[in-house]
């Protein structure tokens, strides 16, 4: 692993007397730094390195502390406050910017957050730029790219209106396996489409140690949203773009609860309007002009986007993605786990748009009872 350039430290504690534990970027974790600063051929000014420290250590604390959902569907959120060092303390001191950050992060995590910063002493000093922005007189269409089923029906949705746009989609990956599934998908993409796609995949990874133990990963890791909504604000500022694009169908985008319990932490919000009107807040007042988080099929159901992929013929497309809350499943055949709300969703939604999946494509193979509640849902919609 290539060690982190410009470390910088990062504090976090939970409840009121709970126990300081320092972290540093580099020893206990890393974020890709040059995939950014290639991605935009110069270096990212230090605001938006800022930017994206904070980002990381959100979700890198976020994955340190576990929650204890033995004490009720209700109850387990939690309290952190961390402490996180920047290079411009005053800007992200103001109240307004402060006090977004902890909605955005309260809000998609559940939890209750004290966000705080230091003034890192190190002095940052960008490189020129040496090369023409290669979109200039073309604006880009910059969209976040999970790998998952809607990203990729959305994605071709979005080409099939007849733009020709160059399309830069952004990534997170922390592990080989889902970054080597987003390569495969935007391969596909191009054998298939005239439409050229220049990829933001950055890698946000945990260094396991001593010190760190991975046995105590907290699974639920629902600030990853709130990192991957910060790489796209900031693909779209670098870019002089005015709006980052998220392709979640309606239903999946409210995320209704579909079984009891999913409540609270059990219930992601990594699409909400709500939260994504707060990172439109948060990406203004960081790039001082309007940036707006879109959903361009907030009026579709998942069936009817994901029939965008049939369509169009591209049925081998539909099954590499992935929908699986448990991804990955590290099974030995099946990479998804069939019975939890994404596959549910995920298999009425084939099921609508004709897509047939193979054999193993899910752990849990059909069961009658469940076929027969798969072909109700797919008649009715």
């Known amino acids: ?31 890709d730094l040059d995939a950014l600063n290639h991605f935009c051929l110069e270096d990212l000014p230090s605001r938006l390195v800022d930017f994206l420290r904070i980002a990381s250590s959100i979700y890198v604390v976020d994955r340190l502390v576990k929650r204890h959902p033995q004490h009720g569907a209700k109850r387990p959120s939690r309290a952190i406050g961390i402490r996180v060092n920047v290079l411009n303390k005053p800007f992200w001191s103001r109240p307004e910017v402060r006090d977004t950050i902890g909605e955005a992060v309260d809000f998609v995590s559940g939890d209750f957050s004290d966000v705080d910063f230091s003034q890192d002493t190190f002095r940052f000093a960008r490189s020129m730029r040496m090369l023409p922005n290669p979109y200039d007189g073309q604006p880009p269409l910059i969209c976040l790219f999970s790998g998952g089923q ?11 209106e007849g ?46 140690s001593s010190d760190l133990d991975k046995k105590q990963e907290e699974r639920s890791q629902r600030c990853r949203s709130f990192l991957f909504a910060t790489l796209g604000a900031i693909a779209a500022i670098m870019n002089r773009q005015k709006s980052v694009e998220m392709f979640e169908s309606g239903v999946g985008a409210i995320n209704m609860p579909l079984m009891a319990g999913m409540v609270g932490s059990k219930a992601t919000r990594s699409s909400h309007p709500q939260f994504l009107r707060l990172m439109s807040r948060l990406a203004s007042l960081v790039a001082e002009t309007n940036i707006e988080f879109c959903l361009p099929f907030l009026h579709r159901t998942k069936g009817e986007v994901t029939k965008v992929l049939a369509d ?5 497309l539909a099954v590499k993605t992935t929908s699986c809350v448990g991804y990955p499943l ?36 059909s069961q009658i009872v469940s076929v027969l509640a798969l072909n109700h849902l797919a008649a009715s919609t």
């Open 1 to 31: 692993m290539k060690p982190q350039r410009f470390p910088f430290s990062v504090s976090y504690w939970t409840g009121d007397q709970g126990q300081v534990v320092d972290l540093c970027a580099g020893r206990n974790f890393r974020f």
């Open 150 to 160: 809607d990203s990729a029906a959305g994605l071709v949705a979005r080409l099939m």
């Open 163 to 208: 733009s020709e746009r160059i399309v830069l989609p952004v990534s997170v990956w922390h592990q080989p396996r889902q970054r080597d599934l987003l390569h495969k998908q935007f391969g596909m993409l191009r054998e298939r489409l005239p439409v050229r796609i220049d990829p933001l995949i950055v890698k946000v990874a945990m260094i396991w």
């Open 312 to 316: 169009f013929g591209l049925h081998a």
């Open 330 to 365: 590290r099974h030995s055949l099946a990479k998804q786990c069939g019975i939890c709300p994404a596959c549910i969703f995920r298999r009425q939604a084939m099921l609508t748009a004709g897509i047939s999946e193979p054999n193993g494509s899910y752990r849990v193979r």
